[in-house]
């Protein structure tokens, strides 16, 4: 099923038989809203510009059942902390997918996952703690898995800025060991 504009849920989202594509539109999940059943062959599409977008309505968990058509590879956000998640129709999370490294990531870097996860807050989210849990399938793995790490590129001063754990920062994707 392709999705042809922006649809919201509040209710259950249960895919069973295929996979819902939503190409350039954005899929909003209310504060209520559940997803069931996703599986290899049954999740959402979200590899172009549309989001995969959750209202969090506190703390809490939420499993976004992403993939890319063949390969089903949510992310999972849990807030921990955030006195500024209200359910307001800005205070979601979106989640959309590439399937290759991030291109601004540097090229000498052979070690990594051939997916990025793009994971960006609304406007109304600030103030907050979370921990992110991605799923990727052995395939997709370039080069030696126990030298892969994660790392976030933010938007911070008008400059991006790459973090690996422990928020350590560090400059243009440069090929980090560990």
Do not use: C
């Not at 939420?62 to 998640?85: C, R």
């Not at 590129?153 to 800025?161: A, H, I, L, N, T």
């Amino acid at each position: 099923v392709t999705l042809n504009d922006a649809r919201t849920i509040n209710g259950v989202l249960t895919l069973t038989s295929g996979d819902l594509i939503i190409g350039a539109n954005n899929l909003t999940l209310g504060s209520a809203a559940t997803v069931s059943s996703a599986s290899a062959g049954s999740h959402i599409n979200a590899t172009s510009t549309g989001e995969v977008r959750k209202i969090y309505g506190g703390n809490g968990s939420f499993q976004f059942p992403v993939g890319d058509g063949t390969n089903y590879t949510p992310a999972t956000l849990n807030f921990t902390a955030g006195s500024s998640i209200t359910g307001a129709s800005d205070d979601y999370v979106g989640v959309r997918l590439k399937t290759s490294k991030v291109t601004e990531m540097n090229s000498g870097n052979t070690n990594f996952i051939k997916r990025s996860w793009f994971i960006e807050p609304g406007a109304g989210l600030s103030g907050y703690t979370y921990t992110v849990n991605l799923e990727y399938v052995q395939g997709e793995v370039e080069g030696t898995e126990d030298d892969i790490m994660p790392v976030k590129r933010s938007f911070v001063s008008d400059k991006f800025v790459w973090y690996y754990p422990g928020n350590t920062s560090f400059a243009d994707g440069t090929q980090l060991s560990g």
